[in-house]
């Protein structure tokens, strides 16, 4: 999230908007002339994705292990 509290002032060079804006949603990184979506969220590589695809498998079977105990 982004909470302007947390931002720097407008006017000094090392201000930035939002990495979830625009940039990668799991590194956080600028896009290329390709944008890859996986679950309607902005990745910027393959290998983004592949990453993206393991971290939402490893949670659902965390979650499926939490469910059964």
Same mark, same amino acid.
């Given at each position: 999230?982004?909470?302007a509290? =947390?931002?720097? $002032? =407008?006017?000094?060079?090392? !201000?930035?908007?939002?990495? !979830? #804006?625009?940039?990668?949603? =799991?590194?956080?990184?600028?896009?290329?002339?390709?944008?890859?979506y !996986?679950w309607?969220?902005a990745?910027?590589?393959?290998?983004? =994705?592949d990453?993206?695809?393991?971290?939402? $498998?490893?949670?659902?079977?965390?979650?499926?292990?939490?469910? #059964?105990?």
């Amino acid at each position: 999230m982004c909470d302007a509290s =947390v931002l720097p $002032e =407008v006017g000094q060079p090392e !201000s930035r908007p939002c990495s !979830s #804006v625009n940039g990668c949603a =799991v590194c956080g990184g600028k896009f290329g002339l390709i944008r890859h979506y !996986s679950w309607r969220t902005a990745l910027c590589s393959k290998k983004c =994705v592949d990453r993206f695809r393991t971290r939402r $498998e490893r949670d659902r079977s965390w979650l499926f292990r939490t469910q #059964v105990a």
